[in-house]
Nanobody, 113 residues
Framework: QVQLVESGGGLVQAGDSLRLSCATFGGTFGNYDMAWFRQAPGKVREFVAGISYNGDSTTYADFVKGRFTISRDNPKKTVYLQMNSLEPEDTAVYYC??????WGPGTQITVSS
């Protein structure tokens, strides 16, 4: 059983930056590909960014446009999402996941214009 806990969300203004963290408990973190998803009100959950188990490979949704960076620290069993130049359209609950099987409870990000 793997448990994930996101943190770092909050209320910010357009153009600001935030760094999300996702701490994992249980399982073997170094074996897992990790990803961030988000879900805005009234919309389906969508992929944001993913990172391979060893951090060598990353993928991003088109809307990231070079603003977000996913990274991981395997000894700390934590994955991060650095988000720069935030836009109101980035307002959503952000979730981290292991293979879309295990999910954290999410952290809310609200970006005001």
């Amino acid at each position: 059983q793997v448990q994930l806990v996101e943190s770092g969300g909050g209320l910010v203004q357009a153009g600001d930056s935030l760094r999300l963290s996702c701490a994992t408990f249980g399982g073997t973190f170094g074996n897992y590909d990790m990803a961030w998803f988000r879900q805005a009100p009234g919309k389906v959950r969508e992929f944001v960014a993913g990172i391979s188990y060893n951090g060598d490979s990353t993928t991003y949704a088109d809307f990231v446009k070079g603003r977000f960076t996913i990274s991981r620290d395997n000894p700390k069993k934590t994955v991060y999402l650095q988000m720069n130049s935030l836009e109101p359209e980035d307002t959503a609950v952000y979730y981290c996941t292991v293979n879309q099987i295990y999910w954290g409870p999410g952290t809310q990000i609200t970006v005001s214009s």
